[in-house]
T-cell receptor, first 114, second 118 residues
Framework: DTEVTQTPKHLVMGMTNKKSLKCEQH?????MYWYKQKAKKPPELMFV???????INESVPSRFSPECPNSSLLNLHLHALQPEDSALYLC?????????????FGNGTRLTVT | AQKVTQAQTEISVVEKEDVTLDCVYE???????LFWYKQPPSGELVFLIR??????QNEISGRYSWNFQKSTSSFNFTITASQVVDSAVYFC???????????????FGKGTKLSVKP
């Protein structure tokens, strides 16, 4: 079983909906990440939180809004998405957010925007 | 620019065959880290190994082995006596220093899909 838990596993939403993806880890990791993965492509980094502060935003559109309520939780708020935003959204965590620490991924949320 | 190339898009083998997944990287950094991740059909990426740029020793873990050669900028992954459960997409990744040197970021290759048939 993965130590990074993501909910929901699947989400279908319309372009006018507002929804949130949730991620939780209890490994004491200090960095948490959101990645987006399209079919047959590698994961693409969206956001990085380090010590609960946003440290990297890879020029992600504002219809994606991350939130880190505490060191164990990471949310991704979705609003006014487009069909091309349909993808697998992966949460990950790591010890320090540096170049050494391996990432621990969740199972992902498969998002479909209709 | 940093880059990771996995030239093999898909590989299909029969169970018990050995298979090698290739990974070639480009970087100007003298200190860097290389990783392999496995992504089974269930979706999550599973960390397999990390290797730093100063350690060229090959590593073996059960049926898995890794060959790191700085001279050819390669970090290849071999599965010995493959099994159906090895079927997955395998990503090679390079960790780069980002945003002032304190933050890491992974550069993923495009992945190699391995299918092991019974």
């Amino acid at each position: 079983d993965t130590e990074v838990t993501q909910t929901p596993k699947h989400l279908v939403m319309g372009m006018t909906n507002k929804k949130s993806l949730k991620c939780e880890q209890h490994m004491g990791h200090r960095a948490m990440y959101w990645y987006k993965q399209k079919a047959k492509k590698p994961p693409e980094l969206m956001f990085v939180y380090s010590y609960e502060k946003l440290s990297i935003n890879e020029s992600v559109p504002s219809r994606f809004s991350p939130e880190c309520p505490n060191s164990s939780l990471l949310n991704l708020h979705l609003h006014a998405l487009q069909p091309e935003d349909s993808a697998l959204y992966l949460c990950a965590s790591s010890d320090w957010g540096d170049i050494i620490s391996p990432l621990h991924f969740g199972n992902g949320t498969r998002l479909t925007v209709t | 620019a940093q880059k990771v190339t996995q030239a093999q898009t898909e590989i299909s083998v029969v169970e018990k065959e050995d298979v090698t997944l290739d990974c070639v990287y480009e970087t100007r950094d003298t200190t860097y880290y290389l990783f392999w991740y496995k992504q089974p059909p269930s979706g999550e990426l599973v960390f397999l190994i990390r290797r730093n740029s100063f350690d060229e020793q090959n590593e073996i873990s059960g049926r898995y082995s890794w060959n790191f050669q700085k001279s050819t900028s390669s970090f290849n992954f071999t599965i010995t006596a493959s099994q159906v459960v090895d079927s997955a997409v395998y990503f090679c990744a390079l960790s780069e220093v980002n945003y002032g040197g304190s933050q890491g970021n992974l550069i993923f290759g495009k992945g190699t899909k391995l299918s092991v048939k019974p």
